[in-house]
């Protein structure tokens, strides 16, 4: 599993954007694929994991009702889509793969590099 994040950028505050995270090995379908984000002098935290098969979804309070995850296994991709954006969504974001559907950090195995989301007030 080898993950490459990109879409991040710099968006006003009630803005959107898409992130997309690629994995360019062959096992991409067998795992659950989650989204964390680590603001700066914070602990990584969790905003949402998406099983196998996509039929199982998880969410941090704070991603509920504005991020929606989806993957496109035949892509061998996984996407937040992250709606109305707040300031206090200024983060890295990663994606990771593991084998069980959790929110905690440690469930995950592999990790990608990170793209900077930026939220101006």
């Known amino acids: 599993v080898q993950l490459q994040a990109s879409g991040g950028g710099l968006v006003q505050a009630g803005g959107s954007l898409r992130l997309s995270c690629a994995d360019s090995?062959?096992?991409?379908?067998?795992?659950?694929m989650g989204w964390f984000r680590q603001a700066p002098w914070k602990e990584r935290e969790f905003v949402a994991a998406?099983?196998?098969?996509?039929?199982?979804?998880l969410y941090a309070d704070s991603a509920k009702g504005r991020f929606t995850i989806s993957r496109d296994n035949a892509k061998n991709t996984v996407y937040l889509q992250m709606n109305s954006l707040k300031p206090e969504d200024t983060a890295v974001y990663h994606c990771?793969?593991?084998?069980?559907?959790?929110?905690?950090?440690?469930?995950?195995?592999?990790w990608g590099q990170g793209t900077q989301v930026t939220v101006s007030s």
């Open positions: 998406i099983s196998w098969s996509g039929d199982r979804i």
């Open positions: 090995g062959r096992t991409f379908s067998n795992y659950v």
């Open positions: 990771a793969a593991g084998p069980v559907l959790l929110m905690t950090v440690a469930a995950y195995k592999y």
